[in-house]
């Protein structure tokens, strides 16, 4: 079939398909196909700096489907940017070729009243361009109908800049689609090359900043990217997105949980990110020993005196340095039972709060030391990293530990990677670190940066809550506080918004899911369906073949495939946790 043939027969059967299961539908192979006709078209083919990207949905049926042409010089992600889509009307009775911009970016950085207004002005401005008032047929209007009444697809109106409307039962000819698009990427690309080389002065939204850099202070991302590229000619391999989070959840808040086999680099990680920032960095090898605090933050002796200990001390010079950074690793963290070792510091670390434009702790041991250590706190220049290991020498951590931190698995080893001969020499001047400064504790002091994307976000986690409830596993307000304000830093760090929801439910959600019971390995199906979009029955004798990898159109893949482990693992030892 040519692409009006496939165009009409997505439409076709596209509301019927709405009440069939999501994954693995024949019209996602219709999709892929139609996608592949767009790129072989000379328009297409001769642009090399176009995407072709459409989406039928994530995990369930889109209201308005879509395929779109991103050229990253001015479009990112269907997120924010100018860019142009085929914008399916709801009722699949016609289709458009628009020329757009992204709306969730504005959305959640303006609020609904000031983004509709945004949109607008900026696509006003886009049609005084001379190029876009003479596309042939293209109308420069907001008469476009979608037939969505809420959502992202209700929002495409205000957004769109030209569209061209084709009507189901009366598309034109392959040849005619060819020359429609090849006309409206003529221009697109004019103004891709304008915009990135700054040649005119591009309209655009005025939007608030995600945060203020300080003098000579690089932006979040750029900071990652550099100390990754920096790691990585050393001849260490860390996927990028896992070692972006990884720094997010620093910034979010300083206490990490490193997961993983052993020999995977966990401990490395944290003295090569140190280096990089010229910080201080510490290893404290936990002893199997401990049973509670004196090891780490001092005992009073026969005489009375006080002596600190080792992270005690460490807290007092970070205190006193507030301008450099301070990591802090636990090597074999629950080697002894964290709960009990580190008590007093699982404590005050729900205490911080901000004071000054900074977020700091009340003194650490207040009410049992005399000063000057009764007045040592957890300052916001200190990074406290857990590394962890599970095997019989080793406790699992209890949900008081793991409400508290965000906990990540390294487990991807790329052995035949190395920094061989003729890699960049690594650059020596260390990068600045105040960009992972911790800004923000609890919700009602960011909530207003983005409210669109925390509303979405604990939407969702109610979802999640309710499939735990069952187990009692439901989470509560720290952690609905700790998973938006990681995805709040993972946009800033440019990590798209699914990635990050799904590196959070691995990090703040399965780790929680742990049993022998019936009602276990429920939560978990549940779990994989809601991840998934497909549903698969606890009862069903294939269950492990089913859920052993997660759909390719999987929203959350990652936490769907480790849930196919966890489930693997009830299935054979009549137990299952996080911890493998």
């Given at each position: ?215 000579g202070e690089l932006p979040l991302e750029q900071l990652i990217t550099q100390a990754h590229q920096r790691i990585t000619r050393q001849g260490f391999f860390y996927p990028p997105e896992e070692f972006a989070a990884f720094c997010v959840s620093l ?330």
């Amino acid at each position: 079939m040519g692409l009006a043939a496939l165009l009409e027969h997505l439409m076709q059967n596209y509301v019927g398909a709405q009440e069939q299961s999501f994954g693995k539908h024949p019209l996602h192979t219709t999709l892929h196909q139609i996608e592949e006709e767009l790129k072989a078209l000379p328009a297409v083919r001769n642009y090399p700096e176009l995407k072709v990207k459409g989406s039928l949905g994530q995990g369930n049926w889109a209201t308005i489907p879509w395929i779109a042409f991103l050229d990253s010089r001015v479009a990112p992600s269907m997120q924010n940017g100018v860019y142009v889509v085929f914008l399916f009307a709801a009722d699949m009775t016609r289709v458009y070729l628009t020329l757009n911009q992204g709306v969730t970016e504005v959305y959640d950085q303006l609020g609904a009243k000031e983004a509709k207004p945004a949109l607008r002005s900026r696509a006003e401005a886009l049609r005084q361009r001379p190029d876009i008032r003479s596309l042939p047929g293209f109308q420069l209007n907001w008469d476009i109908n979608l037939g969505a009444v809420k959502g992202t697809g209700a929002r495409y109106v205000d957004s769109t800049i030209a569209y061209k409307a084709y009507e189901r039962t009366a598309l034109p000819t392959d040849d005619s689609l060819a020359k429609d698009l090849e006309a409206l990427l003529r221009v697109y690309r004019a103004y891709a090359i304008e915009t990135s080389t700054a040649a005119t002065s591009a309209p655009t939204i005025d939007l608030p900043p995600n945060k203020v850099e300080g003098p000579g202070e690089l932006p979040l991302e750029q900071l990652i990217t550099q100390a990754h590229q920096r790691i990585t000619r050393q001849g260490f391999f860390y996927p990028p997105e896992e070692f972006a989070a990884f720094c997010v959840s620093l910034k979010s808040k300083p206490f990490v949980l490193l997961a993983g086999i052993s020999g995977t680099g966990k401990t490395r990680l944290v003295e090569l990110l140190a280096h990089q920032f010229g910080a201080h960095e510490y290893t404290i090898a936990v002893r199997p020993d401990w049973s509670d605090s004196t090891d780490l933050l001092g005992y009073r002796d026969l005489q009375g005196h006080f002596r600190p200990g080792p992270l005690l001390e460490i807290l007092r010079d970070a205190n006193a340095h507030p301008d450099l950074p301070y990591f802090i690793c636990l090597d074999e963290m629950n080697l002894a039972r964290v709960e009990h070792y580190f008590a007093e510091f699982l404590s005050i670390i729900e205490k911080r709060n901000r004071q000054h434009g900074k977020v700091v702790t009340p003194p650490v041991l207040a009410e049992f030391t005399e000063a000057p250590w009764s007045k040592v706190y957890v300052s916001d220049n200190v990074f406290f990293i857990g590394t962890v290991n599970m095997d019989e020498t080793t406790h699992p951590f209890s949900r008081k530990v793991l409400d508290r931190a965000n906990v990540f698995e390294f487990n991807h080893v790329n052995l035949s990677y190395h920094a061989g001969p003729g890699t960049e020499p690594v650059a020596s001047e260390p990068l600045d670190w105040h960009p992972l400064r911790p800004v923000f504790c609890r919700l009602p002091e960011f909530y207003d940066q983005a409210p669109a994307l925390f509303e979405q976000t604990i939407a969702s986690l109610e979802q999640v809550n309710a499939i735990l409830e069952p187990g009692y596993f439901q989470v509560g307000y720290r952690v609905r506080d700790e998973v938006c304000l990681f995805l709040l830093h993972a946009r800033e760090a440019g990590l798209e918004y699914d990635l990050s929801f799904d590196m959070q439910l691995q990090s703040k959600i399965l780790p929680r899911v742990q049993g022998s019971s019936s009602t276990t390995r429920q939560v978990l199906v549940g779990l994989w369906n809601w991840t998934t979009g497909v549903t698969v029955s606890e009862d069903d004798p294939d269950l492990v073949a089913k859920v052993a990898e997660p759909p390719e159109d999987a929203r959350y893949p990652r936490t769907a495939r480790k849930i196919g482990v966890m489930l693997r693992r009830f299935e054979e030892e009549g137990y299952t946790s996080y911890w493998m």
